[in-house]
């Protein structure tokens, strides 16, 4: 049926899956992972999806592409130039730990910048650091322990964020804007 809606036949569909399969095993078809549409889409052009194995390889030479299609599919639906794009700038952001690929590997869903901001923002604030980036890089699960929808449901979820400046944050004045400032006590008037 998804193929068909790709304009696919099924025949051509089963045989690109066992193509995508045959590429990178992580590549099995998984409902709970991506809808099945998007698994169309990919079967669709199985060419793009060599492309983009590659793009993630380049972009991130020390993480292992299988793992991080095995957790996040959806990452092959990008154009290369968008991985790209975010790939500088995640490089960039978590350039000051000793493996950021391993970071990537770990928690996929950090190659979208959009949430790499917001997550390493949740750090700084959750754990009272200032330094979100080290914390992560000792442990990348810690962020595995957060659900999405948790994050939007944060009430200053996406409040005072500037994504375009991402790569040029420091977290520790970010963490010290956004903690109300201490009331200092008046001196006592002499009598």
């Known amino acids: 049926m998804?193929?068909?809606?790709?304009?696919?036949?099924?025949?051509?569909?089963?045989?690109n899956l066992d193509k995508l399969?045959?590429?990178?095993?992580?590549l099995t078809p998984d409902v709970s992972?991506?809808?099945?549409?998007?698994?169309?889409?990919l079967a669709k052009d199985v060419n793009q999806v060599a492309l983009m194995l590659v793009t993630i390889k380049t972009s991130y030479p020390g993480a292992n592409v299988g793992k991080?299609?095995?957790?996040?599919?959806?990452?092959l639906l990008k154009s290369p130039e968008a991985l790209r794009s975010d790939a500088e700038v995640v490089r960039r952001v978590l350039a000051a730990a000793p493996n950021p690929d391993a970071i990537v590997e770990e928690v996929p869903y950090l190659m979208e910048p959009s949430a790499l901001a917001q997550s390493l923002s949740n750090v700084a604030r959750w754990y009272n650091t200032k330094d979100p980036v080290a914390m992560?890089?000792?442990?990348?699960?810690?962020?595995?322990?957060?659900?999405?929808?948790?994050?939007?449901?944060?009430?200053?979820y996406g409040l005072s964020l500037n994504l375009s400046t991402i790569d040029t944050w420091d977290f520790g004045q970010?963490?010290?804007?956004?903690?109300?400032?201490?009331?200092?006590?008046?001196p006592l008037a002499a009598c």
């Open 21 to 26: 399969e045959a590429l990178l095993p992580e």
């Open 174 to 186: 970010q963490t010290q804007l956004q903690q109300p400032a201490q009331p200092t006590a008046a």
């Open 136 to 156: 992560i890089a000792k442990n990348p699960k810690l962020l595995l322990n957060v659900e999405e929808a948790d994050l939007e449901a944060d009430p200053l």
């Open 68 to 75: 991080i299609v095995a957790k996040a599919p959806k990452l």
């Open 2 to 15: 998804a193929g068909r809606r790709q304009g696919i036949r099924e025949e051509l569909l089963r045989e």
């Open 33 to 41: 992972k991506m809808r099945a549409a998007d698994w169309a889409k």
